[in-house]
C-alpha cells in the first residue's frame, strides 16, 4: 500500500514572518558568540599563552572560522530559507547528507538551550548570598539544589514564553539584553585601560605550545554566527546585507574577546588571575576598587548568558521547523501558531528539553555540550563541502554576496574544518572523554536513524525534488527565480 503522505498545497510556501532587521540580525549572532566564557576563560588563556600571546591566538582563531564565515555568507543569501544549513547541504548533496547536517545541529542547539539553565543559577551564586539552598541530590560529582532547578527552569520558561510570543518579542529581549552586555562592557574596557598598569602584561607570550593551546581553543568560542542562516527566511534586509553582517559579527565578537584580554591583562598580575575563579570580574573590581564594579561586571556574564540562550533557543526551533516542513520530522512539528506565527511546537519541544536541563546538573551538561562541540564542526565541514560543490554544479545559482577565490577559500575552509574534527579525536589534546561524551554522541546517532528510517517509511512516494521544494520553497532546483519582493523587503525603518 502506498503510504505516502501528499504534500498540502501550501506546505513549501508556509513561511515565518520577516521582522528581523540590522540590529536585530547582529545582535543574534554577535550575542550568541558572548556568552558567559569572556567571563571565566580569560585567566587561563592569558595563563598559557601571556597577555599579548593569548591576543594573537583569538586572531588567529578569528581568521579560521572566519574562512568558514566566508562559506556561509555567501551561501546564505542565495539560499534564505529557514535551517539554513539544511537546504545547503540539500540543494549540494541530496537529503542524506542533509538529514546529518541538520541532525549533527539539532544537537548543538538544544545542548547550548539546556546547558544555559544550568549556567544561570550557577552564575547568580555569585551575586545572590546563600542561594545554593535545598540540597537534593549527586549527579556525576555535581550537586544539585532546589534553588538552583527553580531558577533554571524559571530561565527557561523566560526563554520559552518570548519565543513563543513571536520573533519580535525575542529580538527585543536579544537586542536589549546585548545593549546591557554592550555597556557593561565599556566600562570594563575604559576602566581598565585608564588605571591598569602596563607591567601587569607580563610575560607577554610564553611558548609556542601556550599559543597552540590557547588557539585551539578559540574558534568554539566563536560558535554561533551560523544563528543567521537558521533565521534567515525572518530577516528583512537586502541579501547581500546578510553575508555581510554574517562576517562582521566575527569580527566583533573578536574585537570583544582581544579586548578582554588585554583589560585583563592590564588590571591583574600573573598570579592574581591565575588564581582567580572571575577573573574578568576581579579585574572590574580591583580598577574600580570596588566588590560592587566586580559583580556588575558579573551581571553583564548574565546578560551574556541570555543573549547566547536566546540565540541558540532560536536556531534550534527554526532547524526543527524547517526539518518538519521538508518531511525529516513529524510533520506536527512544523505547525506555526494562529496568532503568533511562531513555530509554537518547535518552541514547545525545545522548551521542554531545557526545562529538565536542571535536574541532570553541571557535570553532565557539560558532557552532553562537549559532544556538541564536534557535531558543530561536522556540520561546519558539511556547510563548506556544500560550498564547494555548489560551486561547480550550480553556477547559475543566484548569489548576492559572492566570495572571491571561492574555490581557494573553500579548500582553506574545508582543512579548518577537519582540523576542527581531529581536535575532537583521541589523541588531541581536547578529546572528547570516554565512555560518556562519545556514548551521548553514538545515542544520539542511533536516535536520529530511528527518525530517518521512520520518516523514509512515512515519505514513500515523495521524491528527492519534492522534497528539495518543501526545504528551499522558491530556492528549490526546480523553482523559478526568487521573487523581486523576497530581496527587495527591506524596511528602512
Known sequence: MDERRRIPPDASTKRLHTVLGQREVWSLAFGAMIGWGWVVLSGEMIDRAGSLGSMVAIVVGAV??????LAYAELTPALPRAGGELGFSFRAFGPTVSWICGWALL?????VSAFEA????????????????????RIAGSEVYLSWILVGVGGALFIGYANWRGMKTSAFLQWTATLGLLVVGLAFFAGTNIFGRMENLHPLFTDMGGLFRVVIMTP????????IPQAAEEIRLPAQRIGALILFSISMAAAWYILVQWGVGLSLS????????LPTADAMAVVFRSPLAGRILVLGGILGIVTSWNA???GGTRLIFAMARGRMLPQWLARLHPRYHTPSRAIAFVAGVTLIAPFFGRQALVWVVDACGLATVIAYFL???SFLKLRTTAPELHRPF????????????LLITAGFVVLYLPGSPSALIWPYEWMILIAWGLLGLLFYVRQRRRNVGLTAREQEQLILGDYATASPAPPVEVAASYDES
Do not use: C, N
Not at 568554539?220 to 544563528?227: A, K, N, P, R
Not at 559572492?402 to 575552509?413: F, M, N, P, S
Open 64 to 69: 579560521m572560522v572566519g574562512f568558514v564565515g
Open 107 to 111: 544537537l548543538a542547539y538544544t545542548a
Open 118 to 137: 544550568v549556567a544561570l543559577p550557577t552564575v547568580l551564586d555569585y551575586l545572590v548570598p546563600d542561594l545554593r539552598t535545598g540540597f537534593v541530590y
Open 220 to 227: 568554539f568560542l566563536f560558535i554561533g554566527f551560523d544563528v
Open 270 to 277: 600573573a598570579d592574581q588571575h591565575g588564581a582567580s575563579e
Open 312 to 314: 541558540f533557543f532560536v
Open 383 to 385: 556547510v563548506v563541502l
Open 402 to 413: 559572492k566570495v572571491r577565490h571561492g574555490r581557494i577559500v573553500g579548500a582553506l575552509a
